[in-house]
């Protein structure tokens, strides 16, 4: 059984996930006040736009594994690298300018 017909078929367990889902959401979002007030992270320009990122990301890294097995017959070092910048990336887009040039150096190869 995978993990998504143990949660719907166990309702303790999918109550510990979600609540661990909003706890996630919670502190990811205070992540994203100190990286806005430490000029990293831009202002939201829409509407609970970091919302919706920490939403994307959760999905992708909930998610990623099942779409790689889908596609391959096992994991390789390569897919959890690839997956790695997918997630990495995501967030390039609210990066300030400062943090940008941060970021180029850290991940530049």
């Known amino acids: 059984m995978d993990f998504i017909t143990i949660t719907r078929k166990n309702q303790k367990i999918k109550n510990h996930y979600s609540e661990l ?10 992540m994203v006040a100190i990286l806005i007030n430490n000029n990293l992270f831009r202002e939201e320009l829409l509407k609970n736009e970091y919302r919706n990122l920490f939403k ?22 390569e897919s959890i690298q690839e997956y790695s910048l997918l997630i990495s990336q995501s967030i390039f887009p609210y990066l300030t300018d400062k943090a940008k040039s941060q970021y180029a150096h850290i991940f530049s190869d």
């Open 56 to 77: 994307r990301i959760e999905v992708i890294s909930n998610f990623w594994f099942s779409s790689v097995l889908i596609q391959a017959d096992n994991l390789s070092e």
């Open 21 to 30: 889902s909003k706890r996630r959401e919670t502190e990811a979002l205070k």
